[in-house]
């Protein structure tokens, strides 16, 4: 009897783990079924679910809704639909990818191009002012606004300066260019600064007084005692070059006309404080005298460095321009 019970405590158990383990692994074998993309719904019971090997993809029965068996039906999974979804998404973000990025070589290309242009232009100007400034000397214009278009023009006057009332443009350095060009690329200079000694000059042929830049003295002897021999006397032939009024540059601090502290050509201002005429002609070099200011303080360099602007983005755009084609053309993985 004692073995009857046990046998039949035993079977007890079984029957229970077999009905437990079948309700714990009933979610297994839906994933398992829906591993291959199908999902399956048991309809009449006794429904084979086996006959599913039985018929090939290509036959009538392999379609949405189609019924296996007597009662079991499948239908495709949503996850083949949202992964095409997704493709068709990242297939547009990397087409609007690939033209947005496509602007950066095709704007460095114009911009090169464009300093190309503009070099043109820079070369132009500089042989129009080098041609300007080597011609020979043409009397002064009675008419003021006939200046405006002689601009680094050499014009010739006859007169007498005014001493009494000299402008001092200031800091500045002496036009020297063997020196400069010896220094070029050395972080300290050795140029001495000073001033500009601006002298109103009266015209004996025109009746009117311009202003003359007699050229550059060092900062020790910016006061006219401490050069009384430079103090020319009497009428003198003078040539020199055409300057126009300058507006202030950025950082450029303001004039002090009461300190006569001048940084930059303001031709109004400063016939005012004279009286003389807003005409300005920077002396030639001829003009220097032992003991005064060095004439020709004539700055006729201009910068030109579009050349490094052309290199720079032509560069540019041939390095751009490869990294899109290994991305977008070749395809190749980590560019």
Same mark, same amino acid.
């Given at each position: 009897?004692?073995?009857?019970?046990?046998?039949?405590?035993?079977?007890?158990?079984?029957?229970?783990?077999?009905?437990?383990?079948?309700?714990?692994?009933?979610?297994?074998?839906?994933?398992?079924?829906?591993?291959?993309?199908?999902?399956?719904?048991?309809?009449?019971?006794?429904?084979?679910?086996?006959?599913?090997?039985?018929?090939?993809?290509?036959?009538?029965?392999?379609?949405?809704?189609?019924?296996?068996?007597?009662?079991?039906?499948?239908?495709?999974?949503?996850?083949?639909?949202?992964?095409?979804?997704?493709?068709?998404?990242?297939? @547009?973000?990397?087409? =609007?990818?690939?033209? /947005?990025?496509?602007?950066?070589?095709? %704007?460095?290309?114009?911009?090169?191009?464009?300093?190309?242009?503009?070099?043109?232009?820079?070369?132009?100007?500089?042989?129009?002012?080098?041609?300007?400034?080597?011609?020979?000397?043409?009397?002064?214009?009675?008419?003021?606004? @006939?200046?405006?278009?002689?601009?680094?023009?050499?014009?010739?006057?006859?007169?007498?300066?005014?001493?009494?009332?000299?402008?001092?443009?200031?800091?500045?350095?002496?036009?020297?260019?063997?020196?400069?060009?010896?220094?070029?690329?050395?972080?300290?200079?050795?140029?001495?600064?000073?001033?500009?000694?601006? %002298?109103? =000059?009266?015209?004996?042929?025109?009746?009117?007084?311009?202003?003359?830049?007699?050229?550059?003295?060092?900062?020790?002897?910016?006061?006219?005692?401490?050069?009384?021999?430079?103090?020319?006397?009497?009428?003198?032939?003078?040539?020199?070059?055409?300057?126009?009024?300058? %507006?202030?540059?950025? /950082?450029?601090?303001?004039?002090?006309?009461?300190?006569?502290?001048?940084? *930059?050509?303001?031709? @109004?201002?400063?016939?005012?404080?004279?009286?003389?005429?807003?005409?300005? !002609?920077?002396?030639?070099?001829?003009?220097?005298?032992?003991?005064?200011?060095?004439?020709?303080?004539?700055?006729?360099?201009?910068?030109? @460095?579009?050349?490094?602007? !052309?290199? %720079?983005? *032509?560069?540019?755009?041939?390095?751009?321009?490869?990294?899109?084609?290994?991305?977008?053309?070749?395809?190749?993985?980590?560019?």
């Amino acid at each position: 009897m004692a073995a009857v019970k046990a046998f039949a405590v035993l079977r007890q158990s079984l029957t229970r783990w077999h009905q437990w383990s079948g309700a714990r692994l009933a979610p297994l074998r839906v994933s398992r079924r829906n591993i291959l993309g199908l999902s399956f719904r048991s309809g009449e019971k006794g429904s084979d679910l086996g006959a599913l090997g039985h018929l090939s993809p290509f036959s009538p029965q392999w379609s949405t809704g189609s019924r296996l068996g007597t009662g079991t039906v499948w239908r495709p999974s949503r996850c083949y639909s949202s992964t095409a979804e997704a493709a068709a998404a990242k297939a @547009e973000d990397d087409s =609007f990818l690939q033209w /947005f990025l496509l602007l950066i070589p095709a %704007t460095a290309f114009g911009l090169g191009t464009w300093q190309v242009q503009r070099r043109k232009w820079k070369l132009k100007l500089i042989a129009e002012l080098e041609s300007r400034i080597m011609a020979e000397p043409i009397p002064l214009p009675a008419d003021p606004l @006939e200046l405006k278009n002689l601009e680094y023009r050499p014009v010739k006057v006859r007169g007498h300066f005014d001493h009494s009332k000299e402008l001092y443009m200031m800091p500045r350095t002496k036009v020297d260019p063997a020196r400069e060009a010896r220094d070029a690329g050395r972080i300290s200079s050795s140029m001495e600064s000073g001033a500009y000694v601006v %002298t109103p =000059f009266h015209c004996s042929d025109l009746g009117v007084t311009i202003l003359v830049n007699r050229g550059f003295v060092p900062k020790k002897k910016v006061s006219p005692e401490t050069r009384q021999k430079g103090q020319v006397l009497g009428e003198v032939d003078l040539v020199g070059i055409v300057r126009l009024t300058e %507006t202030r540059k950025p /950082f450029v601090p303001e004039n002090s006309p009461e300190q006569n502290h001048w940084h *930059y050509r303001d031709l @109004e201002a400063m016939a005012k404080i004279t009286g003389a005429d807003p005409i300005f !002609i920077d002396a030639d070099f001829k003009s220097t005298i032992p003991g005064g200011p060095i004439g020709g303080q004539t700055r006729v360099t201009l910068r030109n @460095e579009h050349m490094q602007y !052309i290199i %720079t983005w *032509y560069g540019l755009c041939a390095a751009t321009s490869y990294l899109w084609f290994q991305k977008f053309v070749r395809r190749t993985p980590g560019v």
